[in-house]
C-alpha cells in the first residue's frame, strides 16, 4: 500500500489526522487528507465552546461539514470532547454544582445522540488527571460537582450512542507513571463495577521535555489488558530528519505490537497546520511534501 490509510487497513487499523473545517477549501490540505488519512478528528469543532456557545442552543455547522467530508470520503470519525475542563464556553465557566452537573449531563446527551451512528468513538472525557506525582483527579470546575462526573459523563453516553466506541483520553501518560497510573486504576475500577468504558486514548504529544517513553509499548499493553482498546489519539513529535523519523516509527511499531490498539491519528497534516507555535512535529512539511518521518510510518506500517 502506497499510503497511510491503506497500508494501517492492511495491518486492521486506521491511520487518520486532526482537522480544522476551515481548511477543507485548500485544496493542497484536503488532497492529502483524501488521499493519506482514513479517519478524522475534528481540531476544534465539536468541542463545548464551538457546539454549545450559549446554554441549550446548539451550533454544528462546522463539525457537520467535518462529519459530511469524512462520510463522503470513506473516512471515519473520532469525536472529541464530550466533557473537558478547557474551551468550555463562557456560559459553562460560571456554573458550578448541580446546574453544571446538569448542563454537562446535557451536553453530552444532545452533542452525542446528534452524532449518533455517525462516531466511530468519542473522547468522552479529556484530560481530567493531574499532571505531577501526585496520581490524581485534576482540580476543575466539572472535578467540583463530584468525584463521579466521569462515570457519569460514560453513562449518558452510552444512552445516546450505544454504538460510538466510549474512550478516556489524555497526555503525559504515554508512559508508567504517576497519571497513567491512575488512569489505570479508574480504567479498572470501571470495568469491575460496569460503567461503560471502550478504549484510552494516548494523546502522545511528543518533545524533548516528554521524549518516547522507553514503556510506550508495555503501557498500551497494560491498558488493552484490562478490556479496552487503545488508540493514538493526538501524535505529534517534535524535531526533524532521522530522530524525529526514528521516534514515529517506535510509536507506529509499538500500536502494530500490540494487538488492541486499533489505530494513530497525528495532530494535523502539515507542519504548518500543527498547533505549536513553532516547531516541524507532524509528517508533511509546510508545502506539503512528505517528510522522512511519513516514510518511516509508512514503512513500519508495511506499506511503501
Ligand atoms: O476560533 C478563534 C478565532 O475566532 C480567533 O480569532 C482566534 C484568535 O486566536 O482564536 C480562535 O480560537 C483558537 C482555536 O484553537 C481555533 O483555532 C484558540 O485561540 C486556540 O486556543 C485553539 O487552540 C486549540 C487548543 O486545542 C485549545 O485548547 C488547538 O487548535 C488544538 O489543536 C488543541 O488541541 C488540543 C486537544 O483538543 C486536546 N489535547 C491537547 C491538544 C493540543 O493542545
Known amino acids: 500500500a502506497s499510503t497511510l490509510g491503506a497500508a494501517a487497513a492492511e495491518q486492521g487499523r486506521y491511520f487518520g489526522t486532526a482537522v480544522a473545517a476551515y481548511k ?8 492529502i487528507l483524501d488521499r493519506e488519512f482514513n479517519m478524522v478528528t475534528p481540531e476544534n469543532e465539536m468541542k463545548w465552546d464551538a457546539t454549545e456557545p450559549s446554554q441549550g442552543s446548539f451550533s454544528y455547522g462546522s463539525a457537520d461539514q467535518i462529519v459530511s467530508h469524512a462520510q463522503s470520503h470513506n473516512q471515519r470519525v473520532r469525536g472529541h470532547a464530550l466533557a473537558w475542563h478547557s474551551q468550555q464556553p463562557g456560559w459553562v465557566q460560571n456554573l458550578s454544582g448541580t446546574a453544571l452537573r446538569n448542563a454537562m449531563v446535557n451536553h ?113 499493553e ?52 500543527s498547533w505549536r507555535a513553532s516547531g516541524t512535529p507532524l509528517l508533511f512539511d509546510g508545502n506539503g511534501n512528505k517528510k522522512a518521518a511519513y516514510t518511516a510510518t509508512l514503512t513500519a506500517l508495511g506499506g511503501g
Open 222 to 273: 497494560r491498558f488493552a489488558a484490562l478490556g479496552v482498546d487503545v488508540q493514538i489519539t493526538e501524535l505529534d513529535i517534535e524535531g526533524s530528519g532521522s530522530t524525529q523519523a526514528e521516534n514515529y516509527r517506535k510509536v507506529t511499531q509499538a500500536c502494530l505490537n500490540v494487538s488492541r490498539c486499533t489505530g494513530i491519528t497525528v495532530w494535523g497534516i502539515r507542519d504548518s497546520d
Open 108 to 220: 453530552v446527551t444532545q452533542v452525542a445522540t446528534h452524532y449518533k451512528g455517525k462516531i466511530y468513538a468519542w473522547d468522552v472525557v479529556n484530560e481530567a488527571f493531574a499532571d505531577g506525582g501526585g496520581g490524581g483527579r485534576r482540580d476543575s470546575n466539572l472535578q467540583r460537582t463530584g468525584n463521579d462526573w466521569i462515570e457519569v459523563a460514560f453513562r449518558t453516553a452510552r444512552a445516546a450512542d450505544p454504538g460510538a466506541k466510549l474512550c478516556y483520553n489524555d497526555y503525559n501518560t504515554d508512559g508508567q507513571n504517576a497519571k497513567s497510573n491512575a488512569v489505570y486504576a479508574m480504567v479498572q475500577d470501571f470495568k469491575s463495577r460496569g460503567v461503560p468504558i471502550d478504549c484510552v486514548g494516548f494523546q502522545s504529544h511528543i518533545n524533548s521535555a516528554s521524549p518516547v517513553p522507553s514503556d510506550y509499548q508495555a503501557n498500551l
Open 24 to 31: 477543507l477549501s485548500d485544496s493542497v490540505y484536503s488532497g
